[in-house]
């Protein structure tokens, strides 16, 4: 971000901030735009709303490998973080915007305060938070990039810098709007309820993981800018299960009866000692200070932000903290009613609250999925299953559905209402009962594509981030120094048996010798290899990492494996990863596994996935193509190294198969699904599980030629909006859910009759 970019965003006059500007260059002989923001901040010119949001705004600035070299491992917080200044201070530390050097992005960097340092337990609660929020790999929980401890051996840890407002700012805003009659649809009940399904999701994943939150609350939840939604602060979270013998240690006194905690002061604060939590979202067990919590701890806690986001009032309101224990201990919730004067609660959605902040965990929902799936229904008028309705209630739904056919359904009644009254009553009350059916069923299984795509999404992020720490080590062996005494073994070399290493054998996956312990590399047409052995030995170094990074690609594997044990994952089940390789633009192609073969004349440069990503930035996948190696149709994602001066230097790339990608991804197993496809932002199809069983269009060159999806109807409204359903005339269901990784859709396409008769079965 330039100069006047940033006046032209401060919130003053531009002669201001150039005073300001100048004032600040006199005062520190900087002309530094992130000091002179925290400058700003720090003389109060600036709020801290606007001091985070700015330190969202600017362009990319790359940091050289020279520079990187230049660091110490040994460097300490001060030497790799600069700090920008402080967004909030807590009971346990502080939270600084912070600069990373040798990434320079900005972070929320959380410092553990310098009188806690020696306080064992304060310690051991902030490593258990960090490593527990790393572990929660989940979109709507903030990311954490790394565990630091400074020179004092105090902890540390950078975060991703969340821009936006927690959701009590948000609430407030959309309390003012109500006051003054002006409520608008991004602060309305429907806004506010996909708010919270987000919160849900994320709770739901964390039960699953076997973690319990104990402190929600709003001021612990981030709305960003474009809907993102975080849960934060697992400062308080612990396991739902302990190993034999071990016993939770929240009842010991931490800070002293009642101390503040990190978030907003006063009595939303986070509170430790005889209890741990905030007494105003507490459920009855946690504020009776019991340790035998379950995941319906939590989900009353979800119960009570949903109050408060149906009344926009916190459904506890006392005035003390010693009050709300009290009335959280005997389950005293305030009334349920509409910030605005339009009528009652929906009886459907008092149940729903109801059934989340019943007295007795038994009597809640048995977890937060079943929270959500019931507010869901009620989102699509159907009924919630905590409160089903009574025969005539699901006839005045429908009809409120279907207002249409009732009225044609009533003409018919009219006319017919004296000879076959009692067939009509009969047959009304089936179609009813058939209408509800099926729409429960369509809402059933648009969750299952949705489902689908999100694991999908989650996958090709794990492959991303696998794509991007093979470019960067590629790009800090092309930099480093020659390691003279490496051996480079070229394609030749595999094919001589005196030369070939020591673990190249046949495997049945390759169909032909492969090593895992040594990369290949293959000189394109006319290269020297005496011109290029240093790049050749440099780009040799990093051949024992492929085989680590390539198994993580498969989520089943949690630990370090060693070399055999590679060797058996990778040549026998397989992993999604089949190749993985780096080419320079000198010509120069390091590729894992290692094997012979490779065709005379074989220059990566010409290669789709070399084409695919050559000078772009960011990981990119696509171009699929029939692989020369025999391993059937390819998906590559590729990504293009740059040095220092912006400079082209090559692209580092992983191959996934069709096969892998059907099997463990595309294909929806549900009855009267047809086919299920990946298309790409035109909607062109780039995989479809039919290419298992027959022979997709390729051309001369190898390159798949991806035809159009052949759905008009569904195409259009695919690239009108991000995720929906069409049904055809001939009983076709088409349903399709927008991939964030990639930009591509997921696409199922069913017998509608079949996959919703499956679904009701199945329901």
Known sequence: MHLGEMTMLLPMEPDRVEEFWQSFRDETESDDLDHFLAWLYEHRHVGSETFRALHGHGQLSLVTLDELLQGDDDDDLDDRFTTLGVLGKGAMGLVHIARERDLRRKVALKVLLEQHANNEDIVRRFFREVQITAWLDHPNIVPVYSLEVDDDGAPACAMKLIQGITLRKWLQEAGDLADAGTMDDAHGLTARLDIFLKICDAIAYSHSKGILHRDLKPSNVMIGPFGEVYVMDWGIARPLRFDDGEQPDDLRPVLGPFEGGEDDAGIFATQYGTVVGTPHYMSPEQAQGRTDLEGRSDLYSLGLILHELITLEPAIAAESVEDALDEAALGKLGPLTWPEPTGAVPPELAAVVGGATALEPEDRYPGV???????????????????????????????????????????????????????????????????????????????????????????????????????????????????????????????????????????????????????????????????????????????????????????????????????????????????????????????????????????????????????????????????????????????????????????????????????????????????????????????????????????????????????????????????????????????????????????????????????????
């Not at 590399?521 to 990492?545: E, F, K, N, Y």
């Open 369 to 763: 999925a079943d929270l959500a799936e019931d507010l869901r229904r009620y989102l699509r008028g159907e009924a919630v299953r905590v409160s089903p309705d009574t025969a005539m209630q699901a006839l005045v739904r429908w009809v409120g559905r279907n207002r249409e056919k009732t009225v044609a359904l009533l003409a018919v009644g009219l006319v017919l209402i004296l000879g076959i009254a009692t067939y009509g009553l009969i047959h009304e009350r089936q179609a009813v009962a058939e209408a509800q059916a099926r729409e429960e069923a369509l809402g059933a299984a648009l969750t299952d594509v949705a489902t689908r795509a999100a694991t999908i999404d989650r996958e090709f992020l794990r492959y991303e981030g696998l794509l991007e720490g093979l470019a960067a080590s590629a790009m800090q062996a092309l930099n480093g120094p020659d390691p003279s005494d490496i051996a480079v073994l070229l394609d030749d070399d595999f094919a001589d048996p005196d030369r070939a290493p020591a673990d190249l054998a046949h495997s049945d996956r390759f169909g032909k010798p492969v090593s895992t312990s040594t990369a290949v590399q293959v000189l394109a047409p006319g290269v020297d290899r005496a011109a290029v052995a240093p790049h050749l030995r440099r780009m040799a170094s990093i051949g024992p990492g492929f085989g680590p990074m390539v198994v993580r690609s498969d989520p089943t594997v949690t630990n370090v494996l060693t070399g055999d044990e590679i060797r058996a994952r990778v040549t026998g089940e397989g992993v999604p990863v089949v190749w993985a390789y780096v080419a320079t633009e000198e010509g120069v192609h390091t590729a894992w596994p290692g094997k012979a073969g490779y065709p005379d004349g074989y220059d990566p440069r010409q290669r789709p996935w070399y084409q695919l990503a050559a000078n772009e930035f960011g990981p990119r996948c696509g171009n699929p193509y029939l692989d020369s190696q025999g391993q059937g149709l390819l998906l590559p994602c590729a990504l293009s190294m740059f040095d220092r001066e912006q400079a082209f230097r090559g692209v580092a790339g992983i191959d996934l198969t069709f096969d892998t990608i059907v099997d463990r991804l595309l294909e929806l197993d549900r009855p009267g699904v047809r086919e299920s496809f990946l298309l790409d932002e035109q909607a062109r199809v780039i995989i479809r599980s039919g290419y298992q069983e027959q022979t997709p269009p390729v051309d001369p060159s190898g390159k798949l030629a991806p035809p159009r999806f052949d759905s008009a109807d569904a195409v259009d409204s695919m690239l009108d909006g991000g995720s929906g359903y069409v049904e055809t005339a001939d009983g076709t269901l088409i349903a399709w859910y927008r991939l964030s990784a990639l930009g591509w859709f997921y696409v199922v396409e069913a017998d509608a009759g079949g996959l919703l008769a499956g679904r009701a079965h199945d329901g």
